[in-house]
């Protein structure tokens, strides 16, 4: 794959978070984590028909079950068992979003984070994507209210940093990356089990309610 | 065979002797009677042996330094240094202990059926024990641990009477302090050995021209902070008069005679022998902080009618002339006046044994009049002679002895300090001179005060007529009680009568740090234990002083005896009474006898006075039914330091809450604006 059509596949990975932050269905969240996902599964394909280490084929599998498949699957049975078809609110409005986003991205570029972005001087643009997504999916995490939009975020960033670690060659042995997998398996699982339990004790998703826990 | 017992066996033998203690305390607690012979029979021998041990090591000048290999990182090996400043140290630790031991004996008896003996055992032996691991210890991270376990053993035993809520209240303001001059400490540890690379107080020592001399003044700062807080310096002191009254009186005898005599020896210890060549100022700040101690000690002592709150006031009053001696040994020193610094030294160490030994004196005393009473306050006492009679004779004793009157031990510590501030005024000039000059002022002010404060202390306690119906009922303490308080008073009087040849001892103990090594001193003891300070300067003697009291006294009753009352018929009548019935309401109570000096000392005590008068018709108010009177003191160090401090920190705490508000979105937002920090900066 040349450098032209992995910077296309960031980019996909980019605007799947972008929609993630200004999107109000569920669905919609669901179904551009799915694609994310897929496309993050592209680019370690592309990263095992380099080295043909078989190992790294099965973990390509287990991902595309996993985080393509099962999670989508799990997510989805939430929304309609609970009846989640819209997200609740963001902290901050519609335009306030774009402009940090824009902000976020142009931090990411910059010449300040070059040392990072530059760890591949080939890779410097997708390095750059990659950061880029790794800032929008915190600030996804921050800014929504919603509990299911939350767990997207987390897996969003989960996905920004293992495409981060391919493009600047940080991949860990196939072992790892495997158990990595199987821990968010495991994680969205109790994320959806957590989310259940929350709706029936509050009766919503919104986080900021739950805050008086702490007294 | 000395060489034996002055080995590191020796030492571990004399610790083992406490764990000994501590642990069958424990196993044998189910029974009251066991517990307390189990764990007195070890402290009294373990003490015993480390008087013995330390005297040995003193009199042959013997140094000894050892490790336990406990880690393959040569950081973390349990270190020992033990050399005759140690030695010293353990002396007045074991010393304390024996007789504070003894005493318990008969006094523990009262916490019978009440409370766990087993436990009050385990903590005393640990407490012991973890002084003596304190003056020891040659390793800064394993003196930390030392420390730690001195004062959560103390704090346990501050709160073993919990049914007392004011003493779990005390306790606990004490651990709160406690942590706060420990952390003090760890911080300039830390500073050392960010630039030493070492926690082994050697190592410190010889590596210090390492630091640089900002470094250092930061450590003084904190060290002083932190081993201040707890020697009970003023403003730090505000947990001593809570905790010392709280614990049970032998435990109390020991906290105020011994333990925070710990914060003086790491003073010695760091800024005398491993932080030199010191500047000037240090040496001022602790005449400074000495002096202020020592007079508002006294002061505040002076307004206290808890006997026992009364008695660890002085206890900051005596810490702060031992810092006087110690402030003028520095200041001294820093001018290269070795001889001179050497006096200031050998004052703060006779000082420091003195004031444990007439200290644990009187508030074994007090614990004893306590036992009978079953109150701290002076106000119910009275009359007291009558039915502890040998009991009032210690308490007499330790009054004089603290209150510095000849031929007590209290006397030539003090003498020694003035004579050390005198020579800082004859060798000074300008500021420095001045500083000297009122410190020796405020010593002087404050041996007055301390005078009329026992003079309040013993008359409201054991004279005139009983104020209370329990005064009535009180016995004379039990047989162990009376022997620990009487071997004090007679050490009280023997340090005072022989103290040419303590002094020349401690003189010893001085020259035996690297500082003093071969160096002169301005303080001569004769063959016949005349003390000479400064070839003639002044000189004194001990034991000439209590011959001389000591004629006197029989010259005076010879003369009332047989010349002046010879021929006079005896005859016995009633006191005069202005014709009325006398009552303890004719007396004068132990506030009233205070009230004139409160009153000099208005505009630092800040006194206070309410009259509440209730009528028989509150509408007509002619007939008054009842009068009442109450007299406050105003707090100056919660005024004008701690609740000025307690504010901010209220107003810093709730601006801190405002971060955690429960949002976990905030909180996420936190961890990323840290990492955009981060990547910002370091990158």
């Known amino acids: ?215 | 065979m000395l060489e034996i017992i002055t080995s590191s066996i020796s030492f571990f033998t004399l610790l083992s002797f406490f764990g000994v203690g501590a642990v069958g305390s424990l196993l044998v607690h189910k029974n009251n009677k066991n517990a307390n012979a189990w764990s007195s029979f070890f402290a009294i021998v373990g003490s015993f042996w480390g008087v013995f041990f330390s005297i040995i090591m003193i009199l042959r000048k013997k140094s000894l330094l050892f490790d336990l290999k406990t880690s393959i990182f040569s950081l973390f090996n349990i270190s020992f240094h033990i050399d005759l400043l140690s030695s010293f140290f353990i002396f007045v630790i074991s010393l304390l202990a024996l007789f504070c031991s003894i005493y318990g004996i008969g006094y523990i008896r009262h916490y019978y059926k009440k409370y766990d003996i087993g436990v009050l055992g385990f903590f005393y032996n640990l407490f012991i024990g973890s002084l003596f691991l304190v003056v020891t210890s040659s390793n800064a991270l394993f003196f930390l641990i030392f420390w730690e376990i001195m004062s959560i053993a103390s704090y346990f035993l501050v709160v073993y009477d919990s049914n007392d809520e004011s003493n779990v209240k005390a306790g606990l303001l004490y651990l709160v302090m406690t942590y706060i001059g420990t952390s003090f400490i760890i911080l300039s540890f830390l500073l050392l050995y960010k630039y030493i690379g070492s926690f082994d107080f050697l190592v410190i020592k010889d590596s210090i021209a390492l630091v640089p001399a900002v470094i250092k003044n930061i450590v003084f700062i904190s060290a002083f902070i932190g081993f201040g807080l707890k020697a009970g310096i003023i403003p730090l002191h505000i947990w001593l008069p809570a905790a010392h009254p709280a614990a049970p009186s032998h435990v109390s005898a020991l906290m105020s005679g011994v333990m925070i005599k710990t914060g003086i020896y790491m003073m010695i210890r760091l800024f005398l022998d491993i932080l030199q060549p010191i500047p000037l100022w240090w040496g001022l700040v602790v005449l400074v902080v000495g002096s202020i101690s020592a007079l508002l000690g006294v002061l505040y002592a002076l307004t206290e009618h808890d006997i026992k709150r009364l008695l660890a006031y002085h206890s900051i009053e005596n810490i702060g002339i031992i810092l006087l001696g110690l402030g003028s040994a520095l200041t001294f020193y820093s001018l290269n006046l070795s001889a001179l610094a050497l006096l200031g030294l050998v004052a703060a160490l006779f000082h420091t044994i003195n004031h444990a030994i007439f200290k644990a004196l009187l508030f074994l005393s007090a614990g004893s009049v306590i036992n009978e009473t079953h109150t701290r306050n002076m106000e119910e006492y009275g009359g007291l002679i009558k039915y502890m009679p040998q009991t009032a004779l210690f308490f007499l004793v330790g009054s004089i002895a603290i209150s510095a009157l000849p031929p007590f031990n209290g006397f030539f510590s003090e003498w020694l300090t003035y004579q050390a501030l005198f020579q800082g005024i004859a060798q000074m000039h300008f500021w420095t001179q001045w500083i000297f000059i009122l410190a020796a002022g405020s010593l002087a002010f404050t041996g007055g005060l301390a005078l009329a404060c026992f003079v309040k202390a013993f008359g409201a306690t054991f004279l005139a007529r009983p104020r209370s119906k329990e005064v009535t009922h009180a016995k004379e303490s039990a047989l162990s009680m009376r022997l620990g308080m009487g071997s004090l008073a007679v050490l009280a009087l023997l340090f005072g009568v022989f103290s040419g040849y303590i002094i020349s001892l401690l003189k010893t103990i001085g020259q035996g740090l690297s500082v003093f090594k071969d160096s002169a001193s301005a303080v001569d003891v004769s063959s016949a234990q005349i003390i000479n300070v400064s070839n003639g300067f002044s000189v004194i003697s001990g034991f000439g002083i209590f011959t001389l009291l000591v004629v006197i006294t029989f010259l005076v009753i010879f003369i009332f005896k047989k010349i002046i009352n010879n021929k006079q018929k005896e005859c016995i009548s009633n006191t005069w009474d202005c014709g009325t019935d006398l009552s303890p309401r004719a007396e004068i109570t132990a506030t009233g006898f205070s009230r004139s000096i409160v009153q000099i000392f208005s505009g630092l005590l800040k006194p206070t006075i309410q009259h509440h008068i209730e009528y028989y018709d509150d509408e007509n108010r002619y007939l008054p039914k009842s009068r009442t009177v109450t007299l406050n003191i105003g707090n100056m160090y919660h005024t004008y330091f701690y609740q000025p401090l307690h504010l901010v920190i209220n107003k810093l705490s709730t601006r801190a809450r405002d971060i955690q508000n429960g949002n976990i979105d905030l909180y996420i937002s936190y961890i990323f604006i840290a990492l955009m920090l981060a990547l910002l900066v370091i990158l």
């Open chain 1, 1 to 215: 794959m040349n450098l032209l059509t992995l910077q296309f596949l960031s980019q996909i990975l980019l605007l799947s978070i972008v929609f993630l932050l200004i999107m109000k269905k569920n669905f919609s969240a669901v179904s551009a984590y799915s694609l994310q996902s897929l496309v993050v599964v592209i680019i370690l394909l592309n990263s095992f028909f380099e080295t043909k280490d078989m190992w790294m084929l099965l973990v390509i599998l287990v991902m595309l079950i996993v985080k393509v498949i099962l999670a989508p699957v799990f997510f989805i049975r939430l929304i309609r068992k609970y009846a989640l078809a819209f997200s609740v609110s963001t902290y901050l409005s519609t335009p306030i979003t774009l402009i940090i986003i824009t902000i976020l991205v142009f931090i990411a570029h910059s010449q300040k984070l070059i040392p990072l972005t530059r760890i591949v001087p080939d890779h410097q643009v997708l390095l750059s994507l990659a950061l880029s997504s790794l800032f929008l999916s915190l600030f996804l995490i921050v800014n929504r209210k919603g509990a299911l939009s939350q767990i997207i975020g987390i897996l969003s960033f989960e996905n920004s940093i293992v495409v981060f670690a391919v493009f600047a060659n940080l991949e860990q042995s196939a072992a790892l990356q495997l158990g990595i997998v199987f821990d968010i398996f495991i994680w969205i699982m109790i994320a959806s089990v957590f989310i259940s339990m929350l709706y029936k004790h509050f009766g919503t998703l919104n986080v900021s309610s739950m805050k008086n826990l702490k007294d």
